[in-house]
């Protein structure tokens, strides 16, 4: 049988159509993920997805790292995002009173959103910034931890950007008292702002020329303790290089979405080391 196999390798248009069979095997899945989505899905971009088990495993670890906290603290926090039934519930009647509502599913999902959940429990922000507010997931998961930090003593507020007055529909109830929406360009926005950033995560416009010059803007506002996250680092190594010139560490996580064709974002993550 062996030796059939090797003569069968020797002839080269089999070999060919066996190492094309053997490439197209890591793919093929994704096509019939691609298939099903189109039905079950009404999404049609800001695609949302759980990440698997270990890659939530990876994750809870690369924080820890960054924070220096236990990897027991963080899967904690992560766990308690993803128990959050009034936060559910919250943006699921947000998206049924939204006009937005044939584009988005009933099924909240996070996604790497579980990490700027617990960074923000880590470290205990006083000062929030996500640029790009979309539906709001990330504006309500960062408000939700810090009325978790509330709770515990630690007073924490979250400012979101956005281009499209629209925008932020998730951010309501309870939520809203902790957050608030600047409408309006980006950079623009943050070239007003003057309190020192603990927490910023860069989401807007994803050219990375912009990127970069949204971490010029809030430079003079950022301390050692200061963390930024980077939603565009899958794309671009604007956050690489931002941190490589300001001395600061620069690590990059990337995720692995459950069941789904896209092959996932990531977050780049700058800090100092010291918090
Ligand atoms: C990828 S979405 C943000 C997703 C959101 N962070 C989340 O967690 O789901 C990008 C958002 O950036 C906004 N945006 C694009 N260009 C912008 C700009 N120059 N200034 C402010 N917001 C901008 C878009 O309107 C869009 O809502």
Redesign the pocket.
């Given at each position: 049988m062996r030796k059939i196999l090797r003569l069968l390798k020797n002839i080269y248009v089999l070999n060919f159509l066996r190492r094309l069979y053997l490439a197209s095997k890591y793919f093929n899945r994704k096509y019939f993920q691609i298939i099903k989505w189109g039905f079950s899905s009404k999404e049609d971009t800001?695609f949302t997805y759980h990440l698997t088990q270990d890659n939530i495993k990876y994750l809870a670890h690369t924080i820890a790292v960054v924070t220096n906290m236990d990897y027991s603290e963080i899967i904690k926090y992560i766990e308690e995002l993803q128990s959050d039934e009034i936060l559910k519930e919250t943006i699921l009647t947000a998206i049924d009173n939204s006009t937005e509502k044939k584009f988005a599913d009933k099924e909240v999902r996070f996604g790497r959103?579980i990490g700027w959940y617990a960074f923000a429990r880590a470290i205990k922000p006083k000062i929030i910034i996500?640029?790009?507010?979309?539906?709001?997931?990330?504006?309500v998961v960062l408000c939700a931890a810090l009325l978790r930090n509330k709770k515990e003593g630690f007073k924490g507020k979250y400012y979101g950007?956005?281009?499209?007055p629209k925008?932020g529909y998730f951010l309501s109830g309870k939520y809203k008292k902790t957050g608030e929406i600047l409408y309006?360009?980006?950079?623009k926005s943050l070239s007003k702002f003057s309190e020192k950033i603990d927490l910023f995560?860069n989401?807007?416009?994803?050219s990375s020329e912009?990127e970069y010059q949204e971490y010029l803007t809030i430079k003079p506002l950022i301390t050692d303790n200061s963390i930024i996250l980077g939603?565009n680092s899958h794309c671009t190594s604007k956050l690489a290089d931002f941190s490589h010139e300001t001395d600061r560490n620069f690590i990059y996580f990337q995720e692995t979405p459950l069941n789904h064709w896209y092959p996932g974002a990531g977050i780049g993550i700058s800090y100092k080391g010291n918090t």
């Open positions: 800001n959103r996500e640029t790009g507010v979309d539906k709001g997931l990330g504006s950007t956005d281009i499209n925008a309006g360009d980006s950079i995560i989401d807007s416009d994803h912009y939603d």
